[in-house]
């Protein structure tokens, strides 16, 4: 069983146990281990069976029992017994924005809201406003969420999305001699923010073969179709994955053809047709001898028709055409091309390393510069620094630079901005500092007006140097606070502030969209994992997947620059040696 289902298990039982009203600390501490389990990187089978369970944080012994019996059986007692007292659909519930567990306690309490359904229901009937702490303003809310939780349909984020994509492809490429080559198509190769069905592409002169490996993977629920080249299944979390098995001289055609996007294949199609030809899923042709001109690579398809490769994230429609008939595609970013992360935390707050292990796994990834950016104090549910906390890091990360034998350490702080547009900090404390991320992590629900006035306040004050995680969405789970982006795009253009695309994926923020209009007018970037434990560094490709959809270049991030480039940068800012 995959990492992201057993921290499913362990979140809905969190979930299940607040909604019952059971003791905090309880509810807690399945909570802290979802959330732990969730950002490992490595397989907690392997874990497992090396005895090393007690060793992430948040598992003690008795966590680590379930997560045996959860391996060893693929499935767990607790949570089939508590699925009776706590319906699933009450579960699905949760993921409305604006209600947590206690409203949906209170729903099924007072109404007997079961379901979604249910609750629709409710709210046309006006039950809903009649419950403490439910007004007008709170229903009105809850219907805007509820048109939007539809309209978001079945669709998941790319950091659920690809690694079932990358675990399917590497399975059937290990574990089937039929398979000649296979790779992800669609939006999962394009790397959208979030995906809907999942597309692979394989090529083999024996196609049952191949579908008869896929459709038997450990991975499959229910195999929803199966033809001569094409069978669908649905995997445990109810993810559909589409897999085409195509012959091998039409690879190239077929990988552009599944890849997308539509508005993108138009365009392909329409240059085709203007040179006599006919362009399909099975190669490039010439109507009049019925030749094929390509099909077997991708390249050898944009260069017929007269394009450069289009890397697939541009594949948009939104300029990727003319730039590569005329030659002017981006360089795009690549991971290689980051020497360091500007935001990332310790167990002085929040995250669960020591400033040295955060510092040893930044060395271990070859990173010339890291900054340590603890919560500030109005964040308390962090656990904020104080001023006097955040000077006694001083010493530590003085003592750390001193060994001269790894990453720079640079002193920061992820800043608050507070509900009112002013700082945690003073200035003067600011200015101590080697480098400062600003961010909201409050009052949400503040008027647009409010809220982006809040956000450019923070841009102009000289010594931020980052706004952290600008319109504060997590996909599929909150909508983006009401701000306008473009206006404060504009401020950092004006002030020189750098805009974070933060590389978490249930973030991803700045989109893609916005961080493309923020790298046209002259704004920095940074691409940042947010890193809250040594192992959400390997999140980074994620944040460079978003920057290469935006056409961004290493030119325009800021933690591209080498060590000095960058001291020199935030020194003209008021921060480090010489400000």
Sequence with gaps: MRNDEIAAI???IADSLEIKGENRFRVNAYRDAARHIEGLTEDLAVIAAEGRLRTVPGIGEAIAAKIQEILETGRLAYYERLKEEVPETLLDLLQIPGLGPRKVKLLYDRLQVRSIADLQRALQEGQVASLPGMGEKTVQNLQRELERWEQRGRRVPLGVALPIVEEIVQMLRTGSDAVI?????GS????RDTIGDLDVLATSERPEEVLKAFTSLPLVQEVVARG???ASILTARQQQVDLRVIAPDSWGAALQYFTGSKQHNVRLR???VRKGWRLNEYGLFDPSTDRRLAGAEEADVYE?????????????????????VTGRLPRLIEVGDVRGDLHSHSNWSDGTASIE???LAARDRGYEYLALTDHSQSLGVANGLTVERIRQQRAIVDEINGRGNGPRLLLGVELEIRADGSLDFPDDVLAELDVVVASVHSSFGQPREKMTARLISAARNPHVDIIGHPSGRLIGRREPYDVDLEALIDACAESGTALEINANPMRLDLDDL???RAVDKGVWLAINTDAHATDNFDLLPYGIFTARRAWVEPKHVLNCLPLPALLAHLARRGHGPGS
């Design 10 to 12: 362990f979140a809905a």
């Design 357 to 359: 292990t955060m510092w």
């Design 188 to 191: 999962v190769r394009r790397r």
């Design 514 to 516: 916005h961080a493309r």
């Design 181 to 185: 080559r296979i790779e992800g198509a």
């Design 270 to 272: 329409e240059i085709a």
């Design 304 to 324: 017929q028709l007269g394009l450069i490769w289009v890397p697939p994230e541009l594949r948009e429609d939104a300029g990727e055409i003319e730039a590569a």
């Design 228 to 230: 001569d080249t094409k």
